[in-house]
């Protein structure tokens, strides 16, 4: 049985025996994973920790300024990089999946190493956890936040990682982040994937089509809100469909909705939501975005899909 309590202590002393008088970043997006382990590394370091968000372009509304709140709140110290020109540019013109995990993943590091080496740094902290790894060395896909596991030495951009969730799963990361009592909308809050917007994009990344996904992913988290599910999102397809609007023929976009049912992101079952729930994303999908001419439903478990399209 796994005990939150024994992991912080266990974790508090090997973080300080490894980092000694060591300047130290931590790349934390917000999620439960890397917020928990920025808590845990700032509670065994305090000062010498400094966390860096990096505006990628490719969050959910509100997101960023929420990532900055939370962590000023939570007493660390917080330094937000504007990247987003740099994250689209990188992305642009690739269309295949891995292909932009692989330019995302690129961009994400050579970034850190840049603001490591300002800070005067020698270690980055990251959220990775087991599942991250199990996928990646299994190659289902490459995780934006895995190197080592896979023969990367990190070194290579400037720096040595401290990975202190790498052995546990989500539900072990939620019981983490209760012990160090972070507020529940840390511990409790809902998977996001590192790379973002950028995986639920099908096809070449564009600013504007993020827009689209934005504000289809903010009506999907809002008519779900109170289902018990592992993961709400909208995913924007890169190809079109004809529709109708006032009146006219419209050749759109495409959006689904997919909302699944899991304890650790390694299987998944896709939940049965009611259908006035449906009825009204998609009424509210296509009546709020312009561009949106059709809106449909995943119903595949994980395996044979995975929870993300890419
Ligand atoms: P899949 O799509 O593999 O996703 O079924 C399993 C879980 O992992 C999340 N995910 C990621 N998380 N970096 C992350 O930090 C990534 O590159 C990444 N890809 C997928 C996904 O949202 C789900 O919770």
Known sequence: MFDSRIFVEKSLDE????????????????????????????????KKLLAVFIDDGLRREGEPEFVVN???NLGIKVRYVDAKKE???????????????KAFREKFYSKLGEIIKQENARFLVQGT???????????????????EQI?????????????PLKELYKPEVRMVAREL?????????????????????????????????????????EETKDLDAFQRFAVLHSDKATGMKGGKRVYGNIITVRVVESKD?????????????LDKISKRITGEIPSVVRCLVDVTDKPPATIEFE
């Open 15 to 46: 973080i300080k025996a490894r980092v000694k008088d060591e300047r130290v970043a931590s790349a934390c997006s917000g999620g439960v994973d890397s917020t928990t382990c920025t808590a845990l590394v700032h509670s065994a370091i305090g």
């Open 70 to 72: 939370t962590l000023k």
């Open 87 to 101: 994250f689209f540019e990188t992305l642009k013109g690739k269309t295949d999946a891995e292909e932009k995990r």
């Open 129 to 147: 956890i087991a599942a991250d790894i199990k996928e990646t060395v299994q190659g289902i896909k490459t995780q934006h936040n895995v190197l």
């Open 151 to 163: 023969g990367i030495d990190p070194k290579i951009y400037g720096y040595e990682i401290i990975e």
């Open 181 to 221: 009592r972070l507020p529940a909308e840390v511990s409790e809050r809902m998977p996001f994937p590192g790379p973002a917007l950028s995986i639920r994009v099908l096809g070449e990344v564009t600013s504007e089509k993020i827009e689209i996904l934005k504000k289809a992913t903010k009506i999907v988290e």
């Open 265 to 277: 992101a390694i299987t998944a079952k896709a939940m049965q939501v009611p259908y006035e729930k």
